[in-house]
């Protein structure tokens, strides 16, 4: 894919480390970027070229960031053209963030950049980029719900399991399937250890034994097992007694019954062999 042909960034640094960070960040979200390491190179280059984006340095030597913006608007005016040019700076203190706001940047990127807000401001200033998001998202869920289809019919009964948040995790039929598979086999086994835990009061185990159970649960799609797991570990570390004993049977209840309910795998297993 041409990257650089669907959208067209502009990264402005006067340092080429700070240049080579924001580039590879972009090339992760499938970007590519010219760089210009001054305001005047930066000025030439969008007299020169179309961008989609400008990514500006605050503090350069020679033509500052702000001085360099105050001329791009003037490029851009005359170029019949209204670019995002957004600010990438290191002094994070809110009364800075606005005035660079109140000048007209689109936006600020505080150094050191997380590759969480890159993604963020291509997505909101690059139509392209937003474009091919959407479809990817689109194409996506086609194929899940492809893979969805493929599953057992009886699945979609099951009352506690969201299988469609299931295939999300796990991403195939298969690797579903199997991860399922495992779950049932050892739920009742942890369910009765889990009981013991409590009967004995060894709160310090009890508590990491629903701790493993949180993220299980949650991967195969059962949310509301999850949620309770989630609860009964914050009790167990903060020595809340009362919730656990209260909640612990409506947990193993829940458990034990999504357990009966894919004791129905190995009776496909079965048919399989």
């Not at 105050?70 to 490029?75: F, G, P, R, Y």
């Not at 893979?147 to 298969?174: A, F, N, R």
Request: aromatic share 6%; charged share 30%; proline share 3%.
């Amino acid at each position: 894919m041409d990257t650089k042909s669907q959208s067209r960034v502009l990264i402005v640094d006067d340092m080429r480390v700070n240049r080579m960070i924001l580039s590879s960040l972009l090339v992760s979200n499938g970007v590519a970027a010219d760089l210009a390491e001054s305001g005047k190179e930066c000025l030439e280059l969008c007299r020169k070229n179309n961008y989609d984006l400008i990514l500006l340095d605050h503090r350069m030597p020679g033509i500052d960031g702000v001085d360099t913006f105050v001329q791009l608007k003037e490029i851009f005016k005359e170029q019949g053209r209204d670019v995002p040019v957004v600010c990438h700076t290191v002094d994070a203190s809110k009364d800075n963030i606005n005035l660079y706001k109140a000048a007209g940047f689109a936006d600020v990127l505080i150094k050191p950049i997380k590759p969480q807000r890159i993604s963020e401001v291509l997505l909101q200033y690059l139509p392209k980029v937003r474009a091919q998001e959407e479809q990817r998202r689109e194409d996506e869920n086609t194929r899940l719900k492809g893979e969805v289809e493929k599953l057992p019919e009886w699945l979609s009964g099951v009352p506690e399991l969201d299988i469609s948040l299931g295939m999300e995790y796990c991403e195939t039929t298969d690797d579903y399937m199997e991860v399922l598979s495992v779950f049932a086999a050892s739920a009742n086994d942890k369910a009765d250890e889990i009981e013991q835990l409590l009967k004995d009061e060894d709160y310090k185990h009890f508590t990491l034994k629903v701790h493993s159970l949180k993220t299980v649960t949650k991967l195969v799609g059962a949310l509301n097992l999850s949620a309770l797991a989630v609860e009964l570990e914050a009790a167990g570390k903060n020595g809340d007694i009362e919730t656990i004993k209260e909640k612990t049977p409506k947990f193993l209840e829940s458990y034990r019954a999504l357990a009966e309910h894919l004791a129905l795998l190995a009776d496909d297993e079965e048919d399989d062999t």
